[in-house]
């Protein structure tokens, strides 16, 4: 049974920097992406970072800069550094993983998807 938790939600000022952690346990394939999507009150789910098995990554424009992706793979984590935060970046973020090479990972669907992590951001 494939699991994904995230963590490191958490409340900070404008200008800020949070890290976000998701542990993924019984996901076996060893071609696949994994990807960060957030979803704020009232909007729609955006893809914001998307990692594939060489990898490869991949950013939503808005990110871009001041995000990065990244995973250990012995560890089995996946991780989203986020920097210079902004209000308009709070949201719920969720990481997400699917089977199969794809290079860049934003343009397709999911199949595995975590409970998500709050992130707030003051200004």
């Known amino acids: 049974q494939v699991q994904l938790v995230e963590s490191g939600g958490g409340s900070v000022q404008a200008g800020g920097s949070l890290r976000l952690s998701c542990a993924v346990s019984g996901f076996t394939s060893r071609s696949y992406c994994m990807n960060w999507f957030r979803q704020a009150p009232g909007k729609q789910r955006e893809a914001v970072a998307g990692?594939?098995?060489?990898?490869?990554?991949t950013y939503a424009d808005s990110v871009k800069g001041r995000f990065a992706i990244s995973q250990d793979s012995v560890k089995n984590v996946l991780y989203l550094q986020m920097n210079s935060l902004q209000p308009e970046d709070t949201a719920m973020y969720y990481c997400?993983?699917?089977?199969?090479?794809?290079?860049?990972?934003?343009?397709?669907?999911?199949?595995?998807w975590g409970k998500g992590t709050l992130v707030t951001i003051s200004s």
């Open positions: 997400a993983a699917r089977g199969g090479y794809e290079h860049n990972c934003l343009l397709y669907a999911m199949a595995y």
């Open positions: 990692i594939n098995s060489v990898g490869s990554t």
